[in-house]
């Protein structure tokens, strides 16, 4: 198997890193609903770590959920966190491995140098009973310089124009039962289906035990959605968090030139002036 250590980092070794100045912890817990990743934070935390607000460090303007902020708005919210592009950042979240791969992937964008993911998040952390923290976390403000590369990055009018020339593949990372339209969608005003000419690979598909599953399991689950992995990959989801994951597990592949919708089915499944398909 790949060696992962580009990407993960165990619980042992954070541990052991805990005190480590050029080491910052961020917990970038999200949820969908029902639960609030902030007052969970505030209740216990990896000790060190600071909250990286998905919904916050975003373009706030757009009336879409956590689209990408402008690489400057970026910069100076992380650089108040005292986060700068030269230190290892360890990104991990409550669920194991749910919202971690849109933070890492944000970061990467945004041109941190060494961005890594707690492998099994704080779920092994606490089953490992190692430290909690409750305490307010204020780190010296950093300096972070950003280096966006928007070739990582595609809008609407990218997406309908890569699918009109089939320069890519879209990969949708949505449950099966969504991406058919045989389920709601979880905001009610967007319809359901998918986009025309995409593909599924739910982003489920690609864990296990809150970890991401091994490299022939990815194989495998991109090829059970006919995804060829030497052609062009676009990532999306329902709002640009859970494609992260199929991002990541490309990236963890060796796959080139892959980029995320950011909009996503949120955007394009509110709109009337876009297709949709169903069944």
């Known amino acids: 198997m790949t060696d992962r250590s580009r990407w993960f980092v165990s619980t042992e070794w954070l541990g052991g890193h805990l005190d480590d100045g050029d080491v910052v912890m961020v917990d970038g817990s999200w949820h969908l609903a029902g639960r609030n990743a902030r007052a969970e934070y505030d209740a216990e935390h990896i000790p060190g770590a600071v909250f990286f607000d998905i919904d ?14 402008t690489p400057q708005f970026f910069a100076d919210a992380v650089g108040r966190l005292g986060i700068d592009a030269q ?24 041109g941190a140098q060494d961005v890594v993911i707690l492998e099994g998040g704080l779920p092994k952390w606490k089953a490992e009973g190692r430290p909690l923290g409750a305490a307010i976390v204020s780190r010296a403000p950093k300096h972070f310089v950003p280096a966006f590369d928007p070739n990582n990055v595609r809008d609407l009018d990218g997406v309908r124009d890569g699918l009109r020339r089939h320069s890519f593949q879209l990969v949708d990372a949505r449950p099966a039962a969504r991406f058919h339209g045989a389920a709601p969608e979880p905001r009610p005003w967007v319809k359901t289906g998918r986009i025309p000419g995409s593909l599924n690979v739910p982003s489920t598909e690609l864990i ?58 949120t955007e394009w499944g509110a709109r009337e002036d876009t297709e949709i398909a169903t069944g």
Not at 87 to 109: C, E, H, M, N
Not at 227 to 243: H, W, Y
């Open 87 to 110: 230190q290892k950042i360890v990104v991990y979240d409550s669920v194991g491995l749910s919202s971690a791969p849109r933070v890492w992937w944000t970061f990467k964008v945004m």
């Open 56 to 69: 916050a460090i975003a373009d706030t303007a757009n009336p879409l959920p956590h689209m990408l902020p």
């Open 208 to 265: 296990a035990d809150g970890k991401l599953k091994d490299d022939a399991a990815l194989k495998a689950a991109f090829a059970a959605g006919e995804v060829n992995l030497a052609r062009p990959i676009v990532t999306s989801c329902g709002s640009g968090v859970n494609a992260a994951t199929l991002s990541l597990a490309l990236d963890v592949l060796g796959v080139k030139h892959t980029a995320l919708y950011d909009g996503s089915w």
